[in-house]
């Protein structure tokens, strides 16, 4: 049964970085694609970022594009997402995911999350 992680969230100045790191337990064998999504107050939940299973297909958001990277190491069983010059607008809880097969932007498409870690952007 696989389980997710996620850390490294925090209270930033628009403009700083951070880094989320998704932890994940069990057999991923079966997640070929994954990816973070994100959720602010009263909204739905965003697709962010998703990377393949060897990392030649990356995908991002284009209001992150530039600014975030998204990586994995499969050895650690660990994803990452380093983010750069953040702005209020990036407010939200960060979730880590994966599914089977093609990375898909839409989070019905995912039933496996984390129980997520608070990003805040102050102005």
């Known amino acids: 049964q696989v389980q997710l992680a996620e850390s490294g969230g925090g209270l930033v100045q628009a403009g700083g970085s951070l880094t989320l790191s998704c932890g994940v337990s069990?057999?991923?064998?079966?997640?070929?694609?994954m990816g973070w999504f994100r959720q602010a107050p009263g909204k739905e939940r965003e697709f962010v970022a998703a990377?393949?299973?060897?990392?030649?297909?990356?995908k991002y958001r284009d209001s992150v594009q530039g600014r975030f990277t998204i990586s994995r190491d499969n050895a650690k069983n660990t994803v990452y997402l380093q983010m750069n010059t953040l702005k209020p607008e990036d407010t939200a809880v960060y979730y880590c995911?994966?599914?089977?097969?093609?990375?898909?932007?839409?989070?019905?498409?995912?039933?496996?999350w984390g129980q997520g870690t608070q990003v805040t952007v102050s102005s």
């Open positions: 995911t994966g599914k089977i097969g093609s990375i898909e932007y839409d989070s019905s498409a995912y039933s496996t």
């Open positions: 069990g057999r991923i064998f079966s997640f070929s694609a």
């Open positions: 990377i393949s299973w060897g990392g030649r297909i990356i």
